[in-house]
């Protein structure tokens, strides 16, 4: 039951970050289609900002799977989580409105980067409350993209100054890395599934 | 349970959606009752996003109805349907704002356009992932609406140059088929029951 | 289930729509206390508008505690009932903004009829698909409440013309009225639950 | 069932309140990082009142745990609980935005005072439904942080007048204090398990 109201927490703040973001994108006084262009890199950044909370609310899910009793810890580390990813609407709207200028690129990616080591912690604070022999220490193996995507935006940070877009894109890719869902974890469940039959 | 997770986090972001349109309703700065009279195209503007959300939702809850698993196909194609279903604050502000001008209507349809085609994919990723013998296939029979929609909106498009208040009536007239909610599955589900009987 | 997700729903947009009335309290630019006086009027329109979404929330509550099997009709009166209480940010603003002037007051009285118009309509489509013995039928017997609350508000419109504090103090009469929640309903509950011992 | 929905609606509206805080956040016109320097203030008492709001969540979790039925005034409680919470976005705006001047230190302490009223309210409400032997009295024990909060905001509000950091040093000191999550209650259940086993 504990766990059920932290997912159901978190489902109501991911909701409301990724639809909240649309609020960005104001009607153009113009009716003409090209009123419209000026809002291209508004409505990018806001398809990008959407595609990364909705990975971060797939991974979540997947992680809280794991989960049966929630602690104390497990609970800040959520709320830490939460927070940096509040955060995404404001980085998209300045990176938006500045049709993708250096230092608001190189925010964006600050705060991704923050997000994901949030996310860390969590994974960690999950870890540890389960012990030994962990189910979802073995389910997420190397995490290899959970150690890259870190190093990616720490490289994009400086990048965003030389260009923009090399920042931008690399967000892109990392975007890329993880729209695949994590199936270690059903992987992981399932095997064990069978071991217990 | 993950599908549980699904329904809530879809649920938050439909009622976001359905709730913010009306932040455009902006309280008029005259006191006298004509002082409403600009937000009247606002209003019905509202009124239908309002009454489209709602179908979305319930046929939404009517197609979940028949998910036992989900997999990371139908997590992304419904992240994917709530995207479009995200733009409609949009569409409704620029539409109702302009009073109703050929390039706001067209791009509502447009909107309402790719809604539609992200329902017919997300119903496609229940089937395949129930197989053969899908109930949700069986439930949707021929889905005349289904498909007569996306055509209805495809011709409202070019139809909002010539008139946008012929693009605006094709809406209503959608809206109005899909109205009554999708019984289909419904029965599909209590003939099912039966023969289990 | 089928309940869960409309009560959810429900749940969703009554949190958001009783939240969102609070971002029209926008700070002053000045420090000092009086600064906050222009604020007073916008905050008791608040407060009171904050009631009457708890109440609704309290009565809804009751009220989908005796439904078992939600129809199409139950879906869309309930649809409907939320569409008139997301009204209530836009005409608790207008009141609040214009000091309580003669028009945005009949309007807020309008809306709060057109609300009590659409609980009715949603209690008659739950009883009807009760049937006879319908439990709800029975817990809220001669609904005098429910009867006298339109009648007040179509008293309160006409009268805020002569003066807007008469049809305030209306609205805040009818509030009182249903302040106490609804226990025909907890009553007529644990009567049938007696019987059935 | 009952306390079920009135999780999911205070959960809601929490979820909410804590994100719509970041709409304050207003991206700077600038694109330099000194464009940024202004938003300081508005970004600590965001972060401030984020962690009011993960303490009330926690607190607030912990407290319906020991709850079974819900009365009309343990909902009627909560409500006012969550209207005091419901002005933080807006007490957040005014102190963030002046750089923490007196009088809106002063008012922040106000309503913190008055969710600390409303949240003690909250809790006698549940005491006095379970009545004698209350797990919840047995678990808050003392409750001498919940004594001490109201006295330190109590004491900071004069003291913002004097100096405005004085104040928010107090709110600060205050979160600290609660930011542990409140393990009295876990005990009190784990202990009441133990003399049933």
Do not use: C
């Not at 927490?9 to 006084?29: C, N, Q, R, W």
């Amino acid at each position: 039951m504990e766990k059920n109201r932290l997912e159901a927490f978190s489902d109501g703040v991911l909701a409301i970050i990724i639809t909240i973001m649309v609020l960005e994108l104001k009607p153009p006084h113009g009716i003409q289609l090209n009123a419209l262009r000026p809002l291209v890199p508004v409505l990018l950044s806001y398809v990008l900002s959407f595609i990364y909370i909705g990975i971060y609310w797939n991974n979540h899910h997947h992680l809280l799977h794991t989960v049966k009793q929630v602690s104390g810890n497990i609970l800040w580390a959520n709320l830490h989580l939460l927070f940096w990813l509040s955060l995404f609407p404001f980085t998209t709207a300045w990176i938006g409105e500045n049709h993708v200028a250096p230092t608001p690129t190189a925010l964006y990616g600050f705060v991704l980067l923050m997000a994901a080591i949030a996310y860390y912690i969590l994974q960690q604070a999950i870890i540890s409350k389960q012990g030994r022999g962990s189910l979802l220490a073995s389910a997420i193996g190397s995490d290899w993209k959970g150690k890259l995507s870190p190093v990616l935006y720490l490289a994009a940070i400086p990048l965003s100054f030389v260009n923009p877009w090399i920042g931008s894109s690399i967000y892109v890719l990392v975007a890329l890395l993880w729209f695949v869902p994590d199936r270690r974890i059903e992987r992981a469940l399932e095997k064990r599934q069978h071991t217990a039959d």
